[in-house]
Structure formats: C-alpha cells, structure tokens
C-alpha cells in the first residue's frame, strides 16, 4: 500500500478545506492573529503534504525505495504535520497560549524528516 502517498493526498484535502473553512466560517469569528495562525497551519500542512507525496513516489522508485531513511522521512514529516499544524489549529480556536509551545516539537520533526530525507536521498 502507498502510505505515503495516501497520507500527502489526505493532508492534502485537508489542508485545503480547512484554509477554506479559515477563510469562510472563521474569517469573522477569529481575531486578526489567530486567523494568520490558522492560515501557517493550513500552509504548513499543505507543505509538508507535498513532502509526503514526495516520498511516497521516491519509496516507490528502484532507486530509493528499500532506504530506510526514506521511510523515517516520511514519519517524521506525517507527526510533525499532525503536532505543529495540529497544535495551531487548537490554538486558533481554543485561544490557550500553552498549545503554541507544543508547536515546536512539530517543526523539529519537520527539520528530522528532511534531514532523513536528504541522508535517504546521499545513501540512494
């Protein structure tokens, strides 16, 4: 089964309607900051949805597909996608300033899973 390719289409679908759900129902119910918190959610997920697809293709390939690497790329971007962009979107909505400090284990999973994904890619 394509994992990865799943994943980045699911967080891809996501991605776009929860920034039409940001841009239509929330646009009057959220303050000016948490709006644009809500919109780097929504963009980093769609990034990092992207890097999915990516890999998902790339684990599918003869020249990359058996590299352990690559796998652990593709993890670590999924749980970063779920931890930054999850904990904003939280944050948006609830207003409770503590979730903003989960935020950054999320992006430390996205720098992991690119650095994996440039070691896969060096290994290749």
């Known amino acids: 089964m394509p994992f990865f390719i799943i994943a980045g289409a699911v967080n891809a679908a996501l991605a776009v ?42 684990i599918g390939t003869a020249v990359l597909g058996a590299n352990a690497q690559l796998h652990w790329a593709g993890y670590l971007l999924l749980a970063g996608t779920i931890i930054f962009s999850g904990s904003l979107y939280a944050l948006s909505l609830s207003g ?21 994904l440039i070691i896969a890619a060096v290994k290749g």
């Open 17 to 58: 309607a929860l920034g039409a759900f940001g841009a239509h129902a929330l646009k009057e119910k959220l303050s000016e900051r948490y709006l644009a918190i809500w919109e780097t959610a929504v963009q980093y997920q769609m990034f990092h949805a992207l890097g999915l697809l990516v890999i998902g293709v790339l």
């Open 96 to 116: 409770i300033g503590v979730l903003g400090a989960i935020t950054p284990i999320g992006g430390v999973l996205f720098i992991a899973g690119w650095i994996m």
